[in-house]
T-cell receptor
């Protein structure tokens, strides 16, 4: 079936260190891969996304890499800060039989930044 | 984002009752989505809609009904609530589909006793 696997489920790093979260997807036709951040009690918000025609995208301390051959993509956060503590979700777009796009999410990673 | 609102914010109901969760967006976005969030499962897609009168099932549609008679509204109905439907429900919208940024509502926390 169509699914997105995300690892690890929890991640704890020291402030200033880097954090990496990895996802794999099953549908080779997927072409859009966003990452959402959800702070405690808040709604998910898009932080970065990548499309299948590029292998890497960077926005300040956040970067995402995509390996279409292996069907996996990763989120990299450098120089982590306390405000990076949140749950992060990866997702992949999937084309339905009816021709509409739907977004399937991974299970989430709870990232904790230790001061 | 104030442009997409969900109501109620909290809801407690009993098994077997019908419950409707409301979602309203003011941007005229074509696509709208309903997700449920449960610990260990992330965000799972219940139903989505590409336009008014066009809806389709997601990953976990059983026990839910949706309608989209107007572009701005996308209500989710639990026909006969079960305890397994206790969850946080998020509505989202996007301009042109799942290949674009999703704007999420603030969520509805539903408890089925």
């Amino acid at each position: 079936g169509e699914n997105v696997e995300q690892h690890p489920s929890t991640l704890s790093v020291q402030e200033g260190d880097s954090a990496v979260i990895k996802c794999t997807y099953s549908d080779s036709a997927s072409n859009y891969f966003p990452w959402y951040k959800q702070e405690l009690g808040k709604r998910p918000q898009l932080i970065i996304d990548i499309r299948s025609n590029v292998g890497e995208k960077k926005d300040q301390r956040i970067a995402v890499t995509l390996n279409k051959t292996a069907k996996h993509f990763s989120l990299h956060i450098t120089e982590t800060q306390p405000e990076d503590s949140a749950v992060y979700f990866c997702a992949a777009s999937i084309l339905s039989i009816q021709g509409a796009q739907k977004l399937v999410f991974g299970q989430g990673t709870r990232l904790t930044i230790n001061p | 984002d104030a442009g997409i609102t969900q109501s109620p914010r909290y809801k407690i109901t009993e098994t077997g009752r019908q419950v409707t969760l409301m979602c309203h967006q003011t941007w005229s976005h074509s696509y709208m989505f309903w997700y449920r969030q449960d610990l260990g499962h992330g965000l799972r897609l219940i139903y989505y809609s590409a336009a008014a009168d066009i809806t389709d099932k997601g990953e976990v549609p059983d026990g839910y009904v949706v309608s989209r008679s107007k572009t701005e509204n996308f209500p989710l109905t639990l026909e006969s609530a079960t305890r397994s439907q206790t969850s946080v429900y998020f509505c989202a919208s996007s301009v042109a589909g799942a290949n674009e940024k999703l704007f999420f509502g603030s969520g509805t926390q539903l408890s089925v006793l």
